[in-house]
């Protein structure tokens, strides 16, 4: 049963009022940069002048793909999604290590691994499938397990909703799911593959001329049912992605404030604003990846990311960076002093 997403635009009525109040601050006008422009952002999504931001999380959905199993478009075996997921429930990575710093709670999302966890480890078991099919021979997902995993995503945001979070980041995790991206990429955005495959994950020179090969005969297959965004996504994409398209549009719909990782979550957001464009009003991008075709999926979301530091690791980590500046730029405009409260001059005109 496909989701249904009902998002109200982020209206503008109170924009001069929130201008008044970042300009009024004891500073010059601008000074801030970028966080002024997310302070206005924040406090539209939320329609008022005084923002807050309450227990963000970051939720990193794990899936796996059937074509990495081929060895064609990953230099890392397919059973590393699983022992990454596992690294996750023992603390071992860095989206933990980053969480734990930053006060962000963090959710492991079983969305299609190719292994059966045990009940006991703490992760959200949703899983779709054991991966998806092989897309060389047949689309990766039917219908009805794309939109179930729609729906999971859907769900799932709606209970971290519940427990008043209202700001929460995405990422992923599943071996071979830049090939993934890099084809939904190419779908929407009408760009040649080859200009859209990075190494992704640790190839070579040799192993990325394969990928790419690979990866234009996976497009010419499965071109001419890119009919939709749902079609693209069940046909070249994972479960992890569907799941944060759900996740993504039923964010949105709560008025949560969106927090976009890398290069493999920005496809799955491309996907969501095919479906309902007005989510982007409620997103922030975290970073721009190190990976091949990132700052063109930004550029074509009109998208100014947050942070630049060459990562391209995936698991949320840019996200989990990203969300203490949205906490500063909520800090300054609830607590810094205006110009008439802290007694200083403005500047004369």
């Known amino acids: 049963m496909r989701p249904n997403f009902s998002i109200t635009p982020v209206a503008a009525e109170m924009r001069p009022a929130i201008e008044n109040k970042i300009n009024n601050k004891t500073k010059p006008i601008g000074s801030l940069g970028r966080l002024e422009e997310i302070a206005l952002q924040i406090c539209q999504i939320q329609q008022t002048v005084n923002p807050v931001i309450e227990k963000p999380h970051i939720v990193v959905f794990a899936g796996d793909h059937g074509i990495a199993a081929t060895g064609l478009v990953n230099p890392y075996p397919q059973e590393v999604t699983a022992q990454m997921v596992l690294n996750f429930t023992r603390g071992g990575a860095a989206i933990n290590v980053f969480c734990k710093q930053n006060n962000i709670d963090l959710i492991v999302v079983d969305a299609g691994v190719n292994i059966d966890f045990e009940k006991s480890l703490p992760i959200l078991h949703a899983k779709i499938a054991k991966g998806t099919k092989n897309y060389l021979n047949q689309p990766a997902m039917t219908l009805e397990e794309c939109e179930?995993?729609?729906?999971?995503?859907?769900?799932?945001?709606?209970?971290?909703?519940?427990?008043?979070?209202?700001?929460?980041?995405?990422?992923?995790?599943?071996?071979?799911?830049?090939?993934?991206?890099?084809?939904?990429?190419?779908?929407?955005l009408k760009v040649e593959v080859k200009n859209c495959v990075g190494k992704g994950t640790g190839s070579n020179v040799e192993q990325l001329k394969l990928k790419i090969e690979t990866l234009e005969k996976v497009f010419q297959k499965h071109v001419q049912n890119f009919t939709s965004p749902i079609e693209i996504?069940?046909?070249?994409?994972?479960?992890?992605?569907?799941?944060?398209?759900?996740?993504?549009?039923?964010?949105?719909?709560?008025?949560?404030?969106?927090?976009?990782?890398?290069?493999?979550?920005?496809?799955?957001?491309?996907?969501?604003?095919?479906i309902n464009n007005q989510v982007a009003d409620y997103a922030v991008f975290a970073h721009c990846s190190n990976e091949q075709g990132h700052r063109a999926m930004?550029?074509?979301?009109?998208?100014?990311?947050?942070?630049?530091?060459?990562?391209?690791?995936?698991?949320?980590?840019g996200a989990a960076l990203a969300i203490p500046l949205l906490q500063s730029s909520v800090a300054f405009i609830n607590e810094m002093a205006s110009f008439e409260s802290a007694g200083v001059?403005?500047?004369?005109?």
């Open 233 to 274: 996504l069940r046909h070249v994409g994972g479960f992890e992605l569907a799941m944060m398209v759900g996740g993504f549009l039923s964010a949105a719909s709560l008025k949560m404030i969106i927090v976009v990782d890398g290069f493999i979550a920005t496809a799955a957001f491309l996907i969501a604003t095919q």
């Open 298 to 317: 930004l550029d074509y979301l009109k998208a100014e990311p947050l942070l630049s530091l060459g990562m391209r690791l995936g698991e949320g980590t």
């Open 345 to 349: 001059s403005e500047k004369k005109n």
């Open 148 to 188: 179930r995993a729609m729906v999971s995503g859907k769900e799932l945001i709606e209970k971290i909703s519940k427990t008043k979070c209202n700001c929460i980041g995405f990422g992923e995790m599943g071996i071979g799911n830049t090939s993934s991206a890099s084809l939904i990429m190419s779908a929407i």
